[in-house]
């Protein structure tokens, strides 16, 4: 049976890795090698790396700091971030990541997961949505252009029509408040894509897992329960497989 | 692609140096081989054929017995055809067809951790436990006569995840991105004895 996965989400910034409160108020979390070590040693599911440098400072890609991190990864290492072109696909790829997150570029120009999605397939290709609630309808958001007049569910269909492989679906309100996911936004997604979904954004304790799967979750994505509870990784999933949902089996 | 330096790092992980390379005498002269893979059957098939491996392959595989392990791709390229963007003629070194999941309920792809039942004994099984996880990432599946299967997983119906002919091995899986269950995959490859 296919597990649900529980994936670190962290960011990449002046060659930290940092953690965001709303998209807001950066702290340094550690060493990008180290942490990636550490994760790695706990054999996490996946790891999602996003590079704030690079997508909102038009910096190239920072290709050193994802070789190093890829060499202490034995799971699979998904890099977002300024990624504009194929060449820079190419480029991450070679570096040693297993997937791309492709966000602001494709928000004007969907066809861009198609021409990935021919060359590199869609496995590799992560389509990631930044969601705020505006007067209680949900629109994508985006860190340069601010609130958008797109509906997230829409933009999801169009990337899984242009070839997706998932869809890393971030609530910016939910976002390191750990006060749980945005489960009315996961519920308006719930059955309307063929697509994993992997829910991120709010994860405070095991519970809001527990919530999010109930919705059709396929995957949480997290950070702050890692770094600031008392939670490991383990702990989070013990208590899911407890409420009966599949989660990989743990190393004993 | 990307996946290629990952395949590499599990190799150097375990102490054993592994090439990346389409040269025809590196190839030759290589010990055993591995053919990673990330995208589509088509478009693999017909870079093999452009860079003219396939005959080579053959000769390696088939006439002089070189141990193979294909990854993903790697293992579907084995099979005689693929239905993966109208159908395309494989290595066909196992009688397979590789195709689509059908299921109008399933997510697609079959994207992360699932279990495998070992269904044959495998030598690249060996200290590993009977239904441990792997990560999987595929929209398309290896459909062939069990014989072959050394393993199998279930999403929501059961399909092949690894099989074993002769000197031929293949996971639909990625055993570089397992964690230590998949290395100890890629170790227990690289202990096989070469004959």
């Known amino acids: 049976m296919l597990k649900h996965r529980l994936i670190p989400c962290v960011l990449l910034k002046n060659w930290q890795l940092v953690k965001s409160v709303q998209f807001d108020a950066y702290r340094t979390i550690g060493h990008p090698t180290a942490t990636v070590r550490v994760y790695n040693a706990r054999n996490v599911d996946e790891l999602i790396v996003l590079d704030i440098d690079a997508s909102l400072n038009n910096e190239p890609i920072n290709t050193e700091i994802i070789t190093d991190m890829a060499n202490e990864c034995y799971m699979p290492l998904t890099i977002g971030g300024g990624i504009k072109t194929i060449e820079d696909v190419y480029a991450v790829l070679n570096a040693g990541a297993d997937k791309v997150s492709i966000n602001s570029q494709a928000i004007q120009n969907p066809t861009f997961i198609h021409e990935i999605a021919t060359v590199f397939g869609s496995q590799c290709v992560v389509c990631s949505i930044d969601v705020k609630k505006v007067d209680g309808v949900y629109r994508v958001f985006n860190k340069s252009q601010g609130i958008l007049d797109i509906d997230p569910l829409q933009l999801a269909r169009e990337y899984e029509a242009q070839g997706a492989g998932e869809i890393l679906l971030t609530s910016v309100d939910h976002e390191g408040m750990g006060e749980g996911y945005d489960l009315g936004l996961l519920q308006s997604f719930h059955h309307e894509l063929k697509l994993p979904i992997i829910i991120n954004g709010g994860m405070g304790e095991p519970t809001h897992g527990a919530q999010a799967l109930s919705l059709g979750a396929d995957a949480l994505a997290a950070a702050s329960i890692f770094h600031y509870s008392k939670y490991t990784p383990d702990m989070i999933k013990r208590e899911l497989l407890e409420k009966n949902f599949s989660m990989r089996h743990l190393l004993s | ?195």
């Open chain 2, 1 to 195: 692609m990307g996946n290629l330096r990952s395949v590499q790092k599990a190799f150097e992980y375990i102490g054993k140096s592994a090439i990346i390379s389409n040269d025809l005498s590196i190839i030759q002269n290589s010990a055993k081989l591995v053919l990673p893979g990330v995208g589509a059957f088509k478009d693999a098939m017909h870079n093999l054929h452009s860079l003219g491996l396939i005959d080579l392959l053959n000769e390696e595989i088939l006439e002089k017995k070189k141990l193979f392990l294909g990854i993903c791709l790697g293992m579907q390229l084995i099979a005689t055809k693929s239905y993966e963007f109208g159908e395309t003629k494989g290595l066909g070194w196992i009688d397979a067809e590789i195709t689509r999941f059908a299921s109008t309920e399933l997510k697609i792809p079959h994207v992360g951790w699932n279990g495998v039942k070992f269904s044959n004994p495998s030598p690249l099984f060996d200290s590993i436990p009977d239904n441990s996880d792997f990560y999987f990432v595929h929209s398309y599946y290896f459909d062939a006569d069990r014989t072959y299967a050394t393993g199998i997983c279930d999403y929501e119906t059961e399909f092949i995840a690894s099989v074993q002919h002769e000197n031929i091995f293949a996971t639909q899986f990625h055993p570089e991105k397992s964690q230590t269950h998949g290395l100890k995959i890629i170790e227990n490859f690289s202990k096989l004895p070469i004959c």
